[in-house]
């Protein structure tokens, strides 16, 4: 009974995983006769590839300001709505989830006219009020706020949902209780909400961090114009998928390419038993 979904998995999923580790172990542009480097193309990755630890560092500062922002934006509008918009909350809880699933390149479209340097939205803003436009899509600070504000736009409605899920497991039991004891809605929220939702949270975190290191389509989709090179202007949102994109399908360089995939998988790999240790631990306490 297993054994067709066995097969196509093995020919979809593992065949090509085993296939592309192989090729990180060559040099190979796709036509040529492919030839073994050893450990080449890791070492040139770790040593020699400048925009290799320039994505990565990208990644760290998108995920740095997007993820508390956009945790904690799903979770005041989970608490909002299970708290103070009984009657309106499934009405709300489509409206905020909808960003989750546009398409991506309808998502690049809509911030690119908003943030327009001649034309958008945000600097007819900046006008009215008296303040200078800003080259958004031009400048590197700039550049990674409208990425920023991309993923947080994009992704707080799944964390609502999450949240929410979380929040209808809480007995409120609990919160009558604690309004006998004289506790207010921030007490509650702090004493009874939050270390309850701990799982919830430690989900959330990990899942956030390797969605992080698999950013793609919204800097590309922002950043596409010939104009410029993949990443934006001075490459300020290279993120990792971003640069293993270029190399293997801008410059054919898929054994090069492959060890870059491979590299990300041991960094998302490491950092992400570091976060279950650390979490793991807090929860422990």
């Keep these: 009974m297993i054994l067709p979904f066995f097969l196509v998995y093995v020919a ?75 009657k309106t909350r499934n009405g709300f809880q489509l409206i905020n989830f909808l960003p989750y699933v546009t398409t991506p390149v309808a998502i690049g479209l809509i911030f690119q006219q908003m943030f327009n340097w001649k034309s958008g939205i945000v600097n007819a803003g900046l006008g009215l009020i008296g303040l200078d436009s800003v080259y958004w899509l031009g400048e590197t600070w700039p550049a990674r706020v409208v990425v920023i504000l991309t993923i947080i736009w994009k992704n707080y409605g799944y964390m609502m949902i999450m949240f929410l899920s979380g929040l209808s ?12 004891d004289g506790a207010n809605w921030v007490q509650s929220f702090f004493k009874i909400t939050i270390p309850l939702l701990r799982p919830i949270f430690n989900f959330v975190i990990v899942t956030c961090v390797i969605n992080g290191f698999r950013l793609f389509d919204e800097p590309q989709l922002l950043f596409q114009s010939d104009t410029q090179p993949i990443g934006g202007p001075n490459r300020s949102v290279l993120t990792m998928i971003m640069r293993f994109y270029e190399v293997s399908f801008r410059d054919f360089q898929f054994g090069y390419g492959t060890a870059l995939a491979f590299s990300l998988f041991i960094i998302m790999g490491i950092i992400t038993m570091i976060l279950y240790a650390v979490l793991n631990a807090k929860g422990d306490d």
């Design 169 to 180: 497991s809480i007995s409120p039991k609990l919160y009558d209780a604690a309004k006998i």
């Design 12 to 86: 979809f999923s593992i065949y090509p995983i085993v296939y592309s580790l192989v090729i990180s172990f060559l040099n190979w542009d796709g036509i040529s006769t492919p030839s073994f480097a050893g450990l080449t193309n890791y070492i040139r990755a770790f040593t020699k590839d400048p925009f290799f630890y320039k994505s990565l560092t990208n990644s760290m500062i998108l995920m740095a300001f997007s993820i508390p922002i956009q945790i904690a934006l799903g979770l005041l509008m989970a608490c909002v709505l299970k708290d103070f918009l009984k």
